[in-house]
């Protein structure tokens, strides 16, 4: 005869248990560990149970979840992220896709800010660069220029961006760039890095190859807008003037 059963008939692990089981992984050789952390670490259904079972776990198997391959939708997204995190997490970031996006004017173009255009795209470049600077230890970089390089300004900011990796990263190992070779004529010290890779895109090449790095226009000179200390500083250097599995944020 088919008998209901009580929940409390049921076996559920007891907290012993899971004290248990963590202790015995724990007790096992770091290396391991680390070899483990990493297998369950690639699955993102794994990676949340694994770190919130112990803190002695979480403390090691952090890194290696910073570690992992990052993907950014947007350069919007990974300044949203970045102050989330602690310096030594982010010191733990290695691989990086930035995808490019053009940047939101609607503040301009309803006169909530002063300085035009080009001052939004420089301060926005400030921006994104100090934020950068906060993955010191990055080895590989992934970037996918902007959908639509529609504009002088859009393409400038590109170009500019691309001028100034090697020296947010000297060290860097491997540069994945969406876009053709072509690029290397625009921004010539991407030739630094010890390893550039292409994935030929018809749509961006055509217009970057034209472009300039982000600088004002004369109006914006003459009118006197202030120039964004960094990041534009290193725009107009010889550079910029010559021409597995991922985690999703």
């Known amino acids: 005869m088919f008998r209901c059963q009580r929940s409390s008939d049921l076996e559920t692990p007891s907290a012993t248990s899971k004290t248990a089981a963590y ?8 290396e391991l560990r680390i070899e483990i952390y990493t297998l369950a670490l690639t699955q993102q259904a794994a990676a949340l149970p694994l770190l919130t079972t112990s803190h002695a776990i979480t403390m090691e198997a952090i890194p290696l979840l910073f570690a ?14 970045t102050p989330q995190h602690s310096p030594a997490n982010l010191n733990s970031v290695r691989d990086l896709t930035l995808r490019l996006a053009d940047i939101d004017l609607s503040p301009v173009l309803a006169g909530t ?16 660069s100090a934020t950068l600077r906060h993955l ?18 859009l393409r400038g900011f590109y170009i ?27 921004v010539p010290s991407l030739g630094e890095v010890a390893q550039v890779e292409f994935v030929p895109t018809a749509k961006f090449g ?18 006197g807008s202030e120039r964004v200390d960094s990041p534009m500083a290193e725009a107009d250097s010889s550079d910029a003037s010559s021409q597995g599995r991922r985690m999703e944020c």
């Open 23 to 30: 202790s015995h992984l724990l007790s096992l050789p770091s």
């Open 68 to 81: 992992r391959s990052l993907t950014f939708a947007s350069q919007q997204k990974l300044l949203a992220w």
């Open 113 to 128: 800010i002063k300085g035009g255009v080009w001052s939004s795209y420089a301060s926005h470049l400030a921006e994104l």
């Open 136 to 153: 010191p230890s990055l080895e590989k970089l992934t970037v996918v220029p902007p959908r639509n390089l529609h504009s002088t300004l």
């Open 160 to 186: 500019t961006l691309l001028s100034m990796l090697t020296k947010l990263w000297p060290r860097l190992k491997l540069l994945i760039l969406h876009d053709d070779e072509d690029i290397l004529r625009v």
């Open 206 to 223: 055509s217009g970057v190859r034209k472009g300039r790095a982000l600088r004002p226009s004369s109006k914006e000179r003459k009118g």
